[in-house]
Each structure stands twice: as structure tokens, then as C-alpha cells.
């Protein structure tokens, strides 16, 4: 079992980090456990309390249109009995029978207050208002022949009404007065407050039994959010212990070991059993990384088959030279890809340790020859502008001619050549770009060719 032991002059204390590790976890999985349950709980809570504000919203605005909606009735309904025009008894019975505004509020409440008081009060003043509506449909009816309009060109609720005999008897005039004092006097006027008295208890009673119910859920929620910073703070405490344990325990005693390891020291053994193997098997690795670096180093900087420097090596040229005043040859076999199909790779070989050789043998007391993959090759001249571009048209024709020979039994091949001037770049990308568009061309012209570009003509 993992484990780190504490020394100190008076006590030996062995701690597994493997039982310190699931303590830990068992601990920060039941406070975040618990904690969840508490924040759903808030979620809950709060849902509820946006439940309890959105009705008491929409129980106002209800009452609010159940007083508009009263309100509207009665001014319709003396306007038709003021000014004759049936639109305003049109008005009245589109709110009355179609929008019913005061229908729906007495529905709503009933069908989530059915027993409370809000909703006797609501239906009280719904009573008044049944009844306040008799009287307007018989001042309606008076208004009617007041203004000799065909009782037949209106509704039912106006056709019903049955004037007393003393009322029919009378002349329009005489109907239409009464029909106003009837929809201005004190009796109607008391009943209109009656509603109104009655509306306004409902608010009030809704409003009440609204406020409790959130301070209900407000006093819920203060108590669940008290246990959340609880358990918040507890579990902070919990992971700042396992950041100290583990500091303390594990990254503590390795600190040591990593500055070491950094400076290519050997490192002591010390510490818990694991990591005292940790440093025996890194000693007995650095002790043999120093007796192969050098070989390493060389095998990771030059190609197997030819020993020239490969695409790694190529790019320390690079960085080291100076290129200030430079020639890069980019290399590439003509048709090689045929030569391995037809001959084999064995023969593939052969040509390009044979190129390699002739590269280096050209331009190898001049130059670097790397070989930057496959059928590939660099050339880096120093201390070359272009004036000795004729020099090289001369030398890539002598290499070619010697790669035709197969007097050695190496098939004959040839080489394209792209030539890049360089004048003090260390792009390396840019610098083959342009002895890339430089091989192209070459190869385009028949292969077996040179061309030459500079940084001044790109």
C-alpha cells in the first residue's frame, strides 16, 4: 500500500494516501450530495415563489378587468339611454355574452379558491351585479320605444322584459326619462358601490392570503439557503484539506526531485518506497542516457542509408550558418518512384547512396549535402551569389552524366535542380519555396535540368 511517512522527535506517523484519498472522496461526494439536494430544494422553492407572485399578478389584473368591465356596462348602457345610438347597447352585450370579463374572473377564482373568502366576495359582487343588470336591461327596454326602435332588432335578455302596464302606457318621452333616473338615481348608484365595496375585499382578501403563503416559502427558503453556505463553506474546507495533504504528502517531497531532474542531476533516494524507486530508475536511465548521447545525437541528425545530414540535421545548418550570402540546391530524382516499382527498393537504394555519393563529391568540400527524405536532396553552398550560376549548370550536367553511367550496375538516372539565392533570410520555408517553384520549372522543361530563382526575383 502507497504510503509517506511523517518523522518529527517525538512521533512515527505512517499515512496511506490510498485510505486519506477515499476519506476525501467519501466526504466531498456526501457534502456534494447533500448539497444538491438542498439546491433543488431552492429550485423548488423558488418556482413556488414565483408561482405565488405570478397569481396574485394575475388575480389583480383579473380584478382589475372585472371592475373595468362593470364600469364599461354601465357607461353603455347610459349612453344608449342618453344618446338613442344602438352601438352603445351593441357594446353592452358583446362584453356581456361574448368577452365576459367578469365571467372568466369568477372562474378563475373558483377553480383555485374555491373556498376562500376572496372567492365569496367575488361571487357577492357578481350577485349585485346580476342584479344591477336587471335594472339596466329595464331601463334598456324603456330606451328602446323611447327611441321607436323595432324591439325585434334586439336580443333576447331586451325583448323578455315586461313593462308594467303603467310604464307601456306612457308616451316616448315620458319612457325615455324614466329609463335615465333609472341608470342615474341612488338606488343604482348604491348597488354600483355595493359591487365595487365587494370587488375590493376580494382584492384585498387575495392579496392577503397571497403575502402569508410567500412569507411561508420566503421563511423555507432562508433556512435551506443557510444550510447551502453551510455545506458550500464545509466542502471548500474539504478540498482546501486535500490540496494541503496532497501538497504536503506528495508534491512537497517531489519538488526536490524535479529541480534536480531539470539540471540533469542524480537525484537522492529518499522519501516513500515508490518514489525511492522512481529515483534509482531514473538514475540507472540518465546514467546510460550520458554514455549514448553522442550516438543518439548523431543517428537523430544524420540519415542511415547515405550518412548525410537528414531533414533535422538540415534545419541546425540552417540556424548555425550564415546565410547571407548563400545558394540552396533543391535535389529531387527524376521518375524514381519507376525505379522502385520496375527494380525493387534493394536497386532504389543503391541509386541514392550513389547520388549521395556523387553530391558529396561535387559539392561536398563547398557545401552540405543533406538528404531531406525519400529521393530528396539539399545542397547549402555558402559564400554563393549568382553569378556562379553557370558553374552550377556545368556541375549538375557533370553529376547527371556520371548517374546515366550504369558502368557500376546501378540503373542510370537523373536529377532536377532548383536553385534559391538567399540574401540573409532564416525563413526556412520561404527559402525552399523558392527552390521548389525553381525544381518545378526544371521538371517541366524535360527534367534532368536546372533552374534558379532569388528572393529579389520572387
Same mark, same amino acid.
Given at each position: +500500500? ?11 506517523v ?9 476519506c476525501?472522496l ?17 429550485? #423548488? ?6 408561482e405565488v407572485?405570478?397569481q ?9 378587468d ?9 357607461? %353603455? ?20 355574452n ?14 383555485r ?15 349585485? #351585479? ?42 316616448? =318621452? =315620458?319612457?325615455g ?23 375590493m ?10 403575502? %402569508?403563503?410567500q412569507? %411561508? ?29 496532497? #501538497? ?40 546510460a542516457?550520458l ?12 540519415d ?19 546565410? #547571407? ?13 519507376s ?7 534493394d +536497386?532504389g ?11 558529396? =563529391? ?6 552540405h549535402?543533406?538528404r ?6 539539399v545542397?547549402?553552398?555558402?559564400n554563393?551569389s ?8 556545368? =556541375? ?7 548517374l ?35 525544381l ?6 524535360g ?7 532569388s528572393?529579389? %526575383?520572387?
Amino acid at each position: +500500500m502507497s504510503s509517506i511517512r511523517f518523522l518529527s522527535s517525538d512521533t512515527d506517523v505512517t499515512i496511506s494516501l490510498k485510505k486519506l484519498n477515499y476519506c476525501m472522496l467519501i466526504a466531498a461526494f456526501f457534502i456534494s450530495a447533500v448539497l444538491f439536494i438542498a439546491m433543488r430544494q431552492t429550485k #423548488s422553492m423558488y418556482d413556488e415563489t414565483h408561482e405565488v407572485t405570478s397569481q396574485l399578478r394575475e388575480y389583480e389584473e383579473t380584478s382589475s378587468d372585472l371592475q373595468v368591465a362593470s364600469d364599461y356596462l354601465t357607461e %353603455e348602457i347610459r349612453l344608449f339611454a342618453v344618446t338613442g345610438n344602438k352601438k352603445h347597447l351593441d357594446n353592452y352585450f358583446e362584453e356581456a355574452n361574448v368577452t365576459k370579463r367578469r365571467d372568466k374572473a369568477l372562474e378563475l377564482l373558483k377553480a383555485r379558491h374555491k373556498d376562500s373568502a376572496a372567492y365569496l366576495e367575488l361571487q357577492t359582487a357578481m350577485n349585485g #351585479s346580476q342584479f344591477l343588470m336587471i335594472m339596466e336591461f329595464h331601463a334598456a327596454r324603456l330606451a328602446v320605444d323611447a327611441y321607436n326602435y323595432n324591439i325585434k332588432d334586439f336580443p333576447n335578455e331586451i325583448q323578455l322584459v315586461q313593462l308594467p302596464q303603467t310604464e307601456a302606457s306612457l308616451p316616448p =318621452q =315620458q319612457k325615455g326619462e324614466i329609463a335615465k333616473q333609472m341608470l342615474f338615481n341612488e338606488e343604482y348608484r348604491r348597488q354600483k358601490k355595493f359591487i365595487s365595496e365587494h370587488m375590493m375585499n376580494c382584492v384585498m382578501d387575495l392579496e392577503k392570503e397571497i403575502w %402569508e403563503k410567500q412569507a %411561508e416559502v420566503s421563511a423555507k427558503l432562508k433556512t435551506t439557503l443557510f444550510l447551502e453556505h453551510a455545506l458550500t463553506v464545509l466542502l471548500i474546507v474539504v478540498l482546501l484539506a486535500i490540496v494541503f495533504l496532497t #501538497s504536503r504528502l506528495v508534491i512537497f517531497p517531489l519538488q526536490e526531485y524535479v529541480t534536480l531532474i531539470r539540471r540533469d542531476k542524480e537525484i537522492p533516494e529518499k522519501g516513500a518506497e515508490e518514489i525511492r524507486f522512481l529515483a534509482q530508475t531514473y538514475n540507472k536511465m540518465r546514467e546510460a542516457n550520458l554514455l549514448h548521447r553522442e550516438r543518439l545525437s548523431y543517428e537523430a541528425s544524420h540519415d542511415k542509408l547515405t550518412t548525410l545530414y537528414n531533414r533535422r540535421g538540415f534545419s541546425e545548418l540552417m540556424e548555425d550558418l550564415d546565410l #547571407s550570402n548563400a545558394a540552396l540546391l533543391l535535389v529531387d530524382l527524376d521518375k524514381f518512384k519507376s525505379v522502385n516499382d520496375l527494380y525493387g527498393h534493394d +536497386m532504389g537504394d543503391q541509386v541514392l547512396v550513389k547520388v549521395s555519393k556523387t553530391l558529396l =563529391q561535387f559539392f561536398g568540400d563547398s557545401g552540405h549535402v543533406c538528404r531531406l527524405g525519400g529521393d530528396e536532396f539539399v545542397v547549402l553552398l555558402e559564400n554563393a551569389s549568382p553569378e556562379i550560376q553557370d558553374q552550377l549548370k556545368k =556541375q549538375i550536367q557533370a553529376i547527371n552524366q556520371k548517374l546515366r553511367d550504369s558502368g557500376d550496375g546501378v540503373i542510370p538516372v537523373s536529377v532536377s535542380v532548383g536553385v534559391s539565392f538567399c540574401s540573409g533570410s532564416k525563413d526556412i520555408k520561404k527559402i525552399l519555396k523558392f527552390a521548389d517553384t525553381a525544381l518545378y520549372e526544371a521538371k517541366e522543361n524535360g527534367r534532368g535540368d536546372v533552374r534558379f530563382t532569388s528572393e529579389k %526575383e520572387a
